[in-house]
């Protein structure tokens, strides 16, 4: 390899500088106006002093947690504009509907109307249905991003948005959301490479192995309606992914961004675990079950022994960064899950103490502004560098399925 331009070392020095500083900026503007609202100001003093995870897992305490989920869904879904739901942050409010979000909190709707006898949360799915169906793009996919920003339809986002429909139809038996959710696997299909792989229309045009969790709604979609594409594709992506994990579980090109995809975060990694664990109860494929317990396996080892779960984690499965939330209600569903097929107590016991943990978390908020009550902050402490000082409603998804995983199967959507 030649030599590097004259002055590329400064410009790489000075451009690495001009972020350090600008995050800084960003962390005293963030602190000093928590410091000076109250509800933030309680929020961020708890996170401070710590979070207490002593709470223990009784069907009375997460069904508690799971109806302060539903109230926050519900206030999330009255902010917004005709169904959508948003996230709320600390200190600037509700942000625009999220397409891709609002399509995988649908299944957590219904199953909490169930779970909790609460009706208005299945109108409430069946509104966000209606509103996903009603943005559609004419290629059959999803905008990435928030509404207003008038991304392109990106693959990933768009399998969310229909397990969202998948699950509606099944509710009310109306073709107009399997429709829906058909022309948009079959955009799927179209745009898949010839590897397997999703990149030209995924986000940051990057393949991806959580693309996992686009096979598993194909699989369904296939279930449904028997057409081989949707099965034949998500196989491919599968057969994409398996050989991009190492012996000792980690997966490679796992990151939602390009910076920092030699330490995945929990999220991305626990997206794939959880897609080939979906694949694994549609193709009774063994090795996607052993790729997703392999990765599994690491994590619940590092939780147990360090008592937390680490926001990223590099080839040797060495943590880094704040806990994210959602990757740790993640994972408490992915352990949930490989309970249930294989009845290994360690896996309950888990699922069981992550649970409590973020029960505390949720907790922690219930001093802050009314739009966090019930929530969770997308990292612990809340200033981590993964959504701070924010609710993502992933989060809030996530852990609602956690805790409706801790009495019984989730459905399979």
């Known amino acids: 390899m030649g030599m590097p331009p004259s002055g590329s070392s400064t410009n790489s020095f000075g451009h690495i500088a001009d972020q350090v500083v600008r995050s800084l900026l960003q962390y005293v503007r963030l602190f000093s106006q928590a410091l000076l609202r109250s509800g933030p100001r309680q929020v961020t003093l708890v996170h401070l002093k710590g979070i207490d995870a002593g709470t223990h897992v009784t069907p009375s305490v997460t069904q508690g947690a799971m109806g302060r989920v539903a109230d926050h869904f519900s206030i999330a879904q009255d902010d917004g504009l005709e169904g959508g739901l948003g996230s709320f942050h600390l200190l600037d409010g509700w942000s625009a509907a999220y397409p891709e979000t609002t399509g995988y909190i649908i299944p957590t709707l219904y199953a909490l109307s169930d779970r909790l006898q609460l009706p208005d949360l299945g109108e409430r799915a069946r509104r966000a249905a209606d509103w996903l169906v009603s943005i559609q793009r004419p290629d059959g996919g999803w905008q990435g991003g928030r509404v207003g920003e008038d991304r392109p339809s990106v693959v990933f986002n768009s399998a969310q948005v229909v397990r969202g429909l998948m699950a509606t139809h099944a509710r009310t038996g109306r073709s107009v959301y399997l429709d829906a959710a058909r022309k948009c696997c079959d955009w799927i299909v179209q745009v898949q490479e010839a590897d397997g792989s999703w990149a030209r229309r995924n986000f940051l045009g990057a393949a991806r192995v959580y693309d996992a969790y686009v096979a598993a709604p194909l699989l369904h979609m296939h279930a449904l309606t028997g057409a081989d594409r949707y099965r034949d594709a998500a196989v491919r992506q599968l057969e994409w992914v398996l050989p991009h994990q190492q012996p000792n579980g980690w997966f490679a090109d796992a990151d939602n961004t390009l910076r920092h995809n030699d330490r995945p975060i929990t999220h991305t990694i626990a997206y794939t675990i959880d897609g080939l664990i979906e694949s694994h109860g549609f193709l009774g494929d063994e090795r996607l079950l052993a790729a997703a317990r392999s990765a599994a396996d690491a994590l619940l080892e590092a939780f147990v022994r360090d008592g937390r779960l680490a926001g990223r984690y590099d080839h040797q499965w060495q943590g880094s960064e704040a806990s994210i939330t959602t990757g740790c209600a993640q994972m408490a569903i992915a352990w949930s899950?490989?309970?249930?097929?294989?009845?290994?107590?360690?896996?309950?016991?888990?699922?069981?103490?992550?649970?409590?943990?973020?029960?505390?978390?949720?907790?922690?908020?219930?001093?802050?502004?009314?739009?966090?009550?019930?929530?969770?902050?997308?990292?612990?402490?809340?200033?981590?560098?993964?959504?701070?000082?924010?609710?993502?409603?992933?989060?809030?998804?996530?852990?609602?399925?956690?805790?409706?995983?801790?009495?019984?199967p989730l459905p399979a959507f």
């Open 337 to 408: 899950r490989l309970y249930v097929i294989t009845g290994e107590v360690r896996y309950a016991d888990a699922r069981d103490r992550m649970i409590a943990w973020l029960i505390g978390v949720q907790g922690s908020l219930m001093h802050g502004p009314q739009g966090s009550f019930g929530a969770l902050p997308g990292s612990v402490p809340l200033w981590g560098r993964y959504e701070k000082f924010a609710c993502p409603n992933w989060a809030a998804k996530y852990f609602a399925d956690a805790l409706l995983c801790a009495e019984g």
